[in-house]
């Protein structure tokens, strides 16, 4: 049987992975440099990632209030 609160639960994870792209992508701008073409893509992609992770855990947060407010 799965838990009803199973994506739920999974969606931590998927932050970290956010948190680790956006790392990964931060450090290869870094070392390719922030001017250059291809350290340029990795910045923004790096911020991209932050960016998914931070909503991704206001979606986590907002789906908690909506099912503690149904309860």
């Given at each position: 049987m799965i838990d009803e609160h199973?994506?739920?639960q999974?969606?931590?994870a998927?932050?970290?992975s956010m948190a680790m792209w956006a790392e990964?992508?931060?450090?290869g701008a870094d070392l390719l440099g922030s001017t250059t073409p291809a350290g340029a893509r990795l910045s923004a992609?790096?911020?991209f990632f932050q960016?998914?992770?931070r909503d991704m855990v206001q979606a986590a947060e907002h789906w908690r209030q909506t099912v503690s407010?149904?309860?």
């Open positions: 199973v994506w739920y999974a969606w931590p998927s932050v970290q990964l992508t931060r450090r992609t790096s911020q960016h998914l992770g407010a149904s309860t």
